[in-house]
């Protein structure tokens, strides 16, 4: 999902090698220079090339040119940066080889998502539409001082088109192949001097791209409604207010999680209907009235109110505060096993609200001192529930090796040779919960020491109060556990005492801070160096090993990281080439990831230590006032330093990934046509942090995962997009093309499944094709 001045080639010589895509506007430019981006990274309007961070910005205008509309998308073309998307319930955010997914309500992100600087980090309710945005800010490293809790090693920050005091409309229609249709429309009104207001919403839906083998609605399909409603309130004197409100609704249906150790059958005769194929059609079941009937797929809805204002005192000071409530609830239900007899039926109900208020002094007077200082309160409460519906009579035949291979056995066959005793619906259930109030006080300072040396030093302090829970249920034993070992317990889940959730309380505090050196080499060149430190609270985890007994509570201890980093940033040719790079290294202490225990249940983990080193580079080249090259170029060498993992690859962590694009413009006599022909390209990546390897995994029953093959190679997807835009008219006629070699690649693998030594693999988007209109007034 990245601005730079005249130099000497001495002070060029970082940058020669780097490679990446800075924001370019969607129209013409007006010179040859490339087009710049003003940020707030550092909580005060800044050029791009003034920020020493490494830093990607996207305008609103670069977004819509390119067709990004989604994070998965924008991960293609920010290096360092990456999102993995197997639904809009559950993302990974991964932010230098570092992922934030997990969707325990106890547990904290390490990449924080902000819209308009307010938290929006938990992953089931993070990921939203990118529609009517003014810019999209990417920063990397740590970044708990300038955005506070959850940026251990990086924040993204959507900052929405507010309000504005001028008229103005537009309205874009979108169609293609797989059903794909997308209407998205915006109204800003002026409604007095000092009060406007804008409307915004967008509407996308697109067939699955997974074959459903036992028909109905096919896999991975998007159902997408979004709303947002912004008031702007400027009386023209020291006061502005903005307040807005967004909606969200999304109703994909299920994803293809696929087993590729059983073949898809029909579950009524056991007839093989389909192929091993990671991107093939899947054969994936569902439980008639398990969550009140609800089919596979999701049923997610979010919204949140925010009010941004700003006083200025006098012309040195401006008070700022930050207002916001959130809420999010999802339920998705999925066929873990991936295969069509219905051994195993699991939903996700995750849940969560959350409020916060900030106060931020800004002191800029204009002279060698800028700084800001603040406080802020944050309370989130939330919960994550997991129902299980078993069929014991196929899991006692699977848990003994009886379940043959490729073609399974029908479901007549199954209840003539399992046992009669077995059940074929036994219900499981975890709850977990976690509640946080979050105090924290900040300030960071700037210090021109010379025209060309400026030295900022920033600090937060954190105090959490946190209250952790968990409990479970089961409807009755499990048979098969019963007559193994004559021992009441559930085969996935044990029940808590009484099956009520059991809560302990405790708090946690630290401190992060960063130290920044900027050198002003030249009129268009930048130099900085800095050190920095991110945090990401202790956990406090449930879970329950032994039937009726009270919960137990794990701690892991908060997970530091210590970052070094040095760039530079320049322009050259008058501004027509912008060029970034930046090296850096991380190391880690009680690196916090999970494991299954010989339970099934997925536990927290201290992996020990880790290091992280890399380089990040972007490039921007405007060789006419037509045309524009952007590249991207990203290296992540992060590893395990110790421990159960050591030398293991992070999950989700390729160790190059780049990107190229050109943008070509050409006015003719009937108008003017631009092209956009973009490639992304990432090396090998592992799924999970035991990067698939036999000896780490633990598995439940007779199959045990031997096959190194839960990982993606190496793979690009080549995306075009070409415009016409009529001379004089506000319309603009468009066609697009995406994965146009379609290349097959997966999005992620092992999942539920890989438990039991079944992994299964979630198929990446095959080749779209699409037009579209669009107006602007």
Known sequence: MRAIRTTSLAGAS???????????????????????????????????????????????????????????????????????????????????????????????????????????????????????????????????????????IGAVNIIQAKARHEAGASLKIEGGDNGYALIEGVVNVPISDALAVRVAARSKKRDGYVENLLGGEDFNSTDTQAVRVAIAYDPGDRFKLDVLYNYQQDKPSGTSFKSLTYAPTDPTTGRVIGDLGRNSGAALSSVDGFENGQELGLNRRLWSLTALASYKLNDAFTLNSTSAYRYFTGEEVFDPDGFSLPMLTFAEDAQGKSASQEFRLNYDAGGRVTAFGGASWFWEDGSQRVPMLINEKIAGLFLSGALPRPGGLSLPVINAVAPAALPSARREEYTNYGETNSYDVFGDVTFKATDRLELTAGARYTYDDKTSGYGATMSSPSIIILSQTGTQRGLIVQPTLNGQAQYQDFTDNGVTYRLVARYKAADNTSLYGSVSTGRRPKVLAGSNGTPGAAATFREVAAEEVTSYEAGAKTALLDRRLTLEGAIYRYDYENFQTSQRDSNGQTIPLNAGEAKATGFEGQANFQATKNLLVFATYGYSHARFGNGLFDGNHFRLSPDHQASIGVKASVDTGVGRFTLIPTYTWQSEMFFDNNNDIAALQTTTGVIKDTVQDEKQKAYGLLNLRLTWQPENSPLTFGAFATNVLEQKYIKDAGNTGDAFGIPTFIAGEPRFVGVSVSIKR
């Not at 981006?37 to 819509?64: C, F, H, M, N, W």
């Not at 309500?105 to 309710?125: F, H, L, M, N, W």
Request: charged share 20%; aromatic share 8%.
């Open 14 to 152: 970082l940058l020669a090698l780097t490679l990446a895509g800075q924001a370019f506007a969607a129209d013409a430019p007006a010179s040859t220079e490339v087009q710049e981006v003003v940020v707030t990274a550092q909580k005060r309007e800044q050029s791009v090339l003034d920020v020493p961070i490494a830093l990607t910005a996207y305008s609103g205008e670069t977004l819509e040119a390119l067709g990004l509309s989604e994070f998965e998308e924008l991960g293609q073309f920010v290096p360092g940066f990456d999102v993995q998307n197997q639904s809009p319930n559950n993302p990974g955010f991964v932010m230098r080889g570092i992922t934030s997914d997990s969707g325990e309500a106890t547990t904290e992100p390490r990449v924080s998502v902000y819209q308009d600087g307010v938290s929006i980090s938990k992953s089931r309710g993070s990921y939203v539409e990118l529609f009517d945005l003014e810019r999209v800010e990417i920063a990397k490293g740590p970044q708990s001082t300038l955005y506070g809790r959850g940026a251990l």
